[in-house]
Nanobody, 119 residues
Framework: VQLVESGGGLVQPGGSLRLSCTAS????????MSWVRQVPGKGPEWVAG????????YYPDSVKDRFTISRDNAKNTLYLQMNSLKPEDTGVYYC?????????????RGQGTQVTISS
């Protein structure tokens, strides 16, 4: 199982980023997927999830209406479009192949991609 995140960077508040996660070594379309973020000294925070079957998406209130998760099963790729970014969105972002439905934090992760929101 391999997950490789990309697309992070330094962005000013109010800006946008699009993260990608390319999967290999497993049947991507058979897994619910999520994005989580983590900052040093804190536990991981779930920011988006997507159902493997019908593509239903889920978000916590902290990112709702700003973040959009999507997937392309033909390309084995997961995306996270992030708009109206805030300094508190800073962190390392990981994609997760979810083990148990709705347990968005629990699963295999990639190495992460750093997102920094700062002026």
């Amino acid at each position: 199982v391999q997950l490789v995140e990309s697309g992070g960077g330094l962005v000013q508040p109010g800006g946008s980023l699009r993260l990608s996660c390319t999967a290999s070594g497993f049947t991507f379309g058979s897994y619910d997927m999520s994005w989580v973020r983590q900052v040093p000294g804190k536990g991981p925070e779930w920011v988006a999830g997507i159902d493997r079957n019908d593509g239903t998406t889920y978000y916590p209130d902290s990112v709702k209406d700003r973040f959009t998760i999507s997937r392309d099963n033909a390309k084995n790729t997961l995306y996270l479009q992030m708009n109206s970014l805030k300094p508190e969105d800073t962190g390392v972002y990981y994609c997760v192949a979810v083990r148990v439905k709705y347990s968005w934090l629990d699963g295999r992760r990639g190495q992460g991609t750093q997102v920094t929101i700062s002026s």
